[in-house]
């Protein structure tokens, strides 16, 4: 905890300054236009925010720089629309330039029919249209260049991803002008293609997240996505990741976001397109109250989160809690709870479908542990095949059917 940020080496190395907290002139935020209808759009990417934290690239915020951030498309299409969140920012910074590159070319992007705008704090942003054909499973180069000193930025903790950084507008610049940065993604919230294919978000923590995936494209709704590719291109769905590492079902954490039920609204429901949320939360809150957590407890926040996504004509598919036999802070209890809120996922009837991820990644010979194989060291986090078995577990001609209604 006591080692340089990657933030401030990459500000070393670049010479791009770190924002300190300045008051920042007057911007005129009046144009900031409302957030669109979302109808013929889908959302093809996303990340859930969370506040920038105490330490690291968010709590620091840069001056007088250009961001850079990959992002995969699990839809593809012949327009898109970028969004951009300050939900937890105090005050308005200001956006430069925005371009995104399709590997053809930096293409600019304009907020209001301007590239040069204000981003008020409290909020998420959508762009204009952009004209520009991109494949489902492509990556999609998006830079952000920020004049000003930016103070503390929205941040989703873990990307799986680099985020790089240069001095100065670079925007649409070779790779070679950028340096490491770190693995949060900054500002940058969602991707939506011109399509009304439809989306199925997932609903987690670290597991959902990816943590332990070792890149983002092995977390299991990126690698859902990609089995989404062998579907007939009229049946295809979107997969967007609403995970977040740390987050719980009953308690905010800051950086871990706020708790699932509440974020409910904001990083699934409003998701352009969203037609099923896949849901796998819960070992959070069992790990962090070491089975004192009646189970009701959880139980009763599934079904709230069923219900109100279905009075927004969502399904919703619940899924068996993993196994975390040997991970720091397991007891028996907890474990006892996981078994008792398993048996009662399979059975219940308030999701509209079940997928049991703990017979899919549990070792057959000991079940309460993970299988050796899809371990990724700490006996809760999973490693790529797991997550990939993880995916695999999943029927797509059922989520097709579901996303029908």
């Known amino acids: 905890m006591g080692r340089m940020t990657p933030g401030r080496v990459a500000a070393a190395a670049t010479g791009v300054a770190l924002a300190v907290a300045l008051p920042v002139a007057s911007l005129d935020v009046g144009g900031a236009d409302p957030r669109p209808a979302d109808g013929g759009w889908t959302a093809s990417w996303a990340a ?3 506040p ?3 330490q690291g690239p968010a709590a620091a915020g840069v001056h007088d720089a250009t961001l850079r951030q990959r992002v995969q498309l699990s839809l593809g299409g ?3 629309r970028l969004r951009l969140s300050h939900e937890y920012g105090a005050r308005a910074l200001r956006v430069g330039a925005v371009t995104v590159d399709a590997g053809a070319g930096a293409v600019p992007v304009t907020f209001g029919g301007r590239d040069d705008f204000a981003l008020a704090g409290g909020v998420e942003r959508v762009s204009d249209p952009v004209p520009l054909r991109i494949d489902a499973g492509a990556d999609l180069m998006v ?3 920020l004049p000003g000193d930016t103070g503390p930025l929205t941040q989703h903790p873990y990307a799986g991803a680099t985020t790089a950084v240069a001095a100065g507008d670079l925007t649409g610049a070779p790779e070679s002008a950028f340096m490491p940065l770190g693995t949060s993604r900054l500002l940058l919230s969602g991707v939506d293609v011109e399509s009304d294919a439809g989306a199925v978000v997932a609903l987690g923590d670290s597991l959902t997240d990816g943590l332990g995936a070792g890149a983002a494209e092995h977390a299991y709704p990126a690698v859902l996505a990609d089995r989404m590719l062998g579907l007939p291109a009229d049946e295809r769905l979107a997969v967007v990741n609403a995970g977040i590492s740390g987050n719980r ?9 706020v708790s699932a039920t509440s974020r409910l609204e904001s990083d699934v429901l409003s998701q352009p397109g969203a037609r099923v949320v896949l849901l796998l939360e819960g070992i959070n809150d069992i790990l962090h109250t070491g089975g004192s957590l009646h189970p009701r407890s959880i139980r009763n926040a599934y079904e709230r989160i069923a219900a109100r996504a279905h009075e927004q004509g969502l399904a919703v598919v ?12 397991y007891t028996a209890a907890g474990e006892d709870d996981r078994i008792e809120l398993n048996d009662w ?3 219940t009837g308030a999701f509209d479908a079940v997928v049991d991820l703990d017979a899919a990644v549990r070792d057959p010979e000991l079940p309460r542990r993970l299988d050796p194989a899809f371990d990724a060291g700490d006996g809760l ?3 790529a095949a797991g997550y990939a078995a993880m995916a695999a577990a999943f029927d797509l001609d059922e989520l097709v059917r579901l996303a029908e209604g």
């Open 345 to 347: 996922i399979r059975t």
């Open 249 to 257: 079902l009953l308690a905010d954490g800051n950086v871990a976001g």
């Open 143 to 145: 830079d952000l260049y």
């Open 52 to 54: 920038p934290g105490t």
């Open 78 to 80: 012949h327009s898109l």
């Open 48 to 50: 859930a925010m969370t």
């Open 318 to 329: 619940g899924a068996t809690l993993t196994p975390y036999a040997g991970s720091r802070g």
């Open 381 to 383: 986090h999973l490693n």
